[in-house]
């Protein structure tokens, strides 16, 4: 027996319970292994990965997608910090117009609720004074309530609030566009010097445009002459165009551009007569409202204060035997009148609809030059392209690009001014 088991274990075999166990030992070792086979090819793929991404320079966070490549190349320094300090000034002027023009507009309402207030009450002290015990009391708060009044409406008159108002808040969007194209510069575009000077140009325009101290530098209430607001920077002159003949013409004798970027001859036809339209109709009408609006604001403007202070005068005499009557009378009605014209200025906002003319005025001047100032360029490739250039237009305009092409007629020298009936826009 005892040889037997020899010569089984000198032939290689082996006992039931000595086998298993190597089994078991050998799949240990396997796993051991592919874990640190696979340990070390994990290794290998995150150095991998991690190179990969040092070399690109672009890793995500957070969850978000990496930028896309112009951005990772765009310097960072000089014009691109300029750029951003111009876009973060605009969006604190838009805040600071915001806030001034929501406080501006409280003053029109404050101060008219407070004037009418000041001249009804003494109306009826007025009204109440001669058949009253106690006339003096009586006649001398109505006078001095209608004298503060007056002092008050003279210098409501003056600075006109719902005009500032309304400045205000066409400075604000204006500004919050500002900031929205040098953001938009910065993040699509190149910046380059030009640029920056552009963007310094229209915040110096726009300052002056619309100031945000109330006084010296206030901008005139009552204008002699009516003007459309201007906000933008004046376009550079081009150097003089060449006037070879190889440059052809149209039947007016205009020249006209070659075809290219997005310029026909038919689309510079069209724009030539959207700027007729617009410089003859569009504009002029709006001037000539502003013109009534503000003459009716100055009729009102110098009646109230005058009204006021003739019934706080006349509240003076009251109780002084027969004229007396006559003198409650006139303060009564004078203080009246006064609240009434107070209203109707301050209460319909004139101050405002006559800066609302001076706007949308402005609009269509703006226009105007953005077509002059690419068809006065001779050469189609500096000009912006003719296809974008007629999209803003007729958005700017409230049409479609296809509507646009009735007002081609209109740049014939055969149609006379008087003979333009449409008008160019529909928004305004």
């Not at 951003?84 to 023009?101: F, L, N, P, S, T």
Request: proline share 5%.
């Amino acid at each position: 027996m005892e040889g037997a088991v020899r010569s089984l274990a000198g032939g290689g075999l082996m006992l039931p319970a000595a086998a298993s166990s190597l089994r078991r030992m050998g799949r240990v070792a396997s796993l051991r292994g592919s874990v640190s086979v696979s340990t070390t090819t994990s290794m290998v793929d995150r150095r991998q990965l991690v190179t990969g991404m040092d070399e690109r320079g672009v890793v995500a966070t957070n969850g978000r997608a990496p930028p896309p490549p112009q951005q990772l190349l765009l310097p960072v320094g000089g014009e691109v910090e300029k750029l951003r300090a111009v876009a973060e000034a605009a969006a604190d002027r838009a805040d600071m117009h915001d806030i001034i023009g929501r406080q501006r507009d409280n003053w029109n309402h404050l101060l008219l609720h407070s004037n009418n207030s000041l001249l009804l009450a003494a109306s009826v002290m007025a009204a109440l004074a001669p058949a009253a015990p106690g006339a003096v009391a009586l006649k001398a708060s109505a006078g001095v309530l209608l004298a503060s009044a007056a002092v008050t409406m003279a210098a409501v008159n003056k600075i006109q609030p719902s005009q500032l108002a309304e400045e205000q808040r066409n400075a604000t969007r204006l500004w919050r566009q500002l900031e929205r194209d040098v953001r938009a510069t910065l993040e699509l575009t190149p910046t380059t010097k030009a640029d920056v000077q552009d963007a310094m140009d229209r915040v110096l325009a726009l300052d002056a445009a619309y100031p945000l101290p109330l006084l010296p530098v206030m901008l005139d209430k009552f204008p002699k002459a009516v003007e459309p607001a201007r906000w933008w920077p004046t376009k550079k002159q081009h150097a003089p165009i060449n006037t070879s003949p190889s440059m052809p013409t149209n039947g007016a004798g205009q020249r006209v551009a070659m075809a290219g970027n997005g310029w026909t001859q038919e689309l510079e036809e069209e724009m030539r007569g959207i700027l007729r339209v617009v410089k003859a109709k569009d504009e002029n009408e709006y001037v000539s409202v502003g013109k009534l609006v503000l003459s009716l604001n100055k009729r009102l403007a110098v009646a109230g204060p005058p009204l006021a202070g003739t019934a706080a005068l006349a509240a003076a005499f009251i109780g002084s035997g027969e004229a007396g009557t006559w003198a409650s009378c006139v303060a009564v009605v004078g203080g009246a009148l006064a609240a009434a014209v107070n209203t109707v200025e301050h209460g319909g906002q004139v101050g405002m609809l006559f800066e609302l003319c001076r706007n949308v005025a402005g609009i269509y001047r703006k226009i105007q030059e953005d077509i002059e100032a690419n068809l006065e360029e001779a050469d189609v490739e500096r000009r912006e392209n003719g296809e974008v250039f007629e999209m803003k237009v007729a958005l700017q305009l409230g049409r479609s690009p296809s509507e646009l092409k009735q007002f081609r007629a209109m740049a014939s020298p055969a149609v006379k001014d008087e003979e333009i009936k449409d008008f160019a826009g529909k928004l305004v």
